[in-house]
């Protein structure tokens, strides 16, 4: 597995988590990143991206709440999730190759982390 999703965990409505993603300093610098969820019976979708060169995309109903960031220096990205509501519970997966909703990701996804938010 090129990139391991870590973090998740269970939070109350109004909460906030941050995921990381570990992968290898070639991968991050060679391509663009992203956060995907899947919630039970949905299909999986695009939560952020962020390309080589630092520029991210956040999907539009998201914006406001969540954010992404690159840690070169660790080999992470950040997910930062805050004033989450149960609608945000899902696994989720990062990914490489694609920072938006326009194109694929390249890698085979891994397990993710598991979101669950509840009061």
């Known amino acids: 597995q090129v990139q391991r999703e870590s973090g998740g965990g269970l939070v109350q409505p109004g909460g906030s988590l941050r995921l990381s993603c570990i992968a290898s300093?070639?991968?991050?610098?060679?391509?663009?990143m992203a956060w995907y969820r899947q919630a039970p019976g949905k299909q999986r979708e695009l939560v952020a991206g962020i390309n080589t060169v630092g520029i991210t995309n956040v999907a539009g109903s998201l914006k406001d709440r969540f954010s992404i960031s690159r840690d070169s220096a660790n080999n992470l990205v950040y997910l930062e999730m805050s004033s989450l509501k149960p609608e945000d519970s899902a696994v989720y997966f990062c990914?490489?190759?694609?920072?938006?909703?326009?194109?694929?990701?390249?890698?085979?996804w891994g397990q993710g982390t598991q979101v669950t938010v509840s009061s």
């Open positions: 990914n490489h190759g694609c920072s938006t909703a326009k194109c694929r990701p390249i890698g085979a």
């Open positions: 300093a070639r991968l991050l610098r060679a391509y663009d």
